[in-house]
């Protein structure tokens, strides 16, 4: 579990080594990713008092949308001419550590949580295209547009799966996150 934190914390400084070296047992990246899911399920109260089902679904999205992000952005590199041997899932992981710093932000005023919050997400994106930059040799402009690419197919893939888990009954969407039911009397015809 040491090799994986230390690569994540070189990672942050911008140092990146050989694809090689970020290959770990399987259980360490996934147990990062229920590490952030928990964090994400504890900071998201709006969601339910389904403490079980909140966190169930938190950790099982974050695994999905990882393993989803690693084998998009390995299309994506292979678009640019890029064949990699190993897998991008070690590496994804430990670039994501920043977001293990998220519920710190909690302990913070609403305007300045919102603002850290906002730099961790920002960061975590410039230490993921830099560590995808360097062990592909891809310009970072490149990795840039297929991690924002990913982004949009991530938001929908969210909005998908919290109907899903909102249906199961494993979270509660709040109200104001459900689509209107019908036509507003402002936009119906017989209002004019």
Request: no cysteine.
């Amino acid at each position: 579990m040491l090799p994986l934190l230390h690569d994540a914390i070189d990672l942050v400084r911008l140092r990146v080594r050989p694809l090689e070296a970020y290959q770990y047992p399987g259980w360490q990246p996934i147990l990062v990713l229920a590490l952030l899911g928990v964090a994400a399920s504890a900071d998201a109260p709006e969601l339910g008092n389904n403490l079980l089902g909140r966190t169930a679904f938190l950790m099982l999205f974050t695994l999905v949308e990882m393993a989803g992000l690693v084998v998009f952005l390995r299309l994506w590199l292979r678009l640019a001419g890029v064949e990699l041997r190993q897998s991008l899932f070690g590496l994804a992981v430990a670039a994501s550590g920043l977001q293990l710093l998220e519920p710190l932000t909690s302990w913070l005023p609403d305007n300045l949580a919102a603002a850290a919050g906002l730099l961790l997400g920002l960061g975590s994106i410039a230490v993921l295209v830099n560590a995808l930059s360097g062990v592909s040799g891809v310009p970072r402009l490149r990795v840039f547009a297929g991690v924002m690419l990913y982004a949009l197919l991530a938001v929908l893939m969210l909005s998908m799966s919290l109907s899903v888990a909102d249906g199961l009954g494993w979270i509660t969407l709040p109200p104001d996150w459900l689509p209107a039911q019908g036509a507003s009397s402002a936009g119906s015809a017989s209002a004019i």
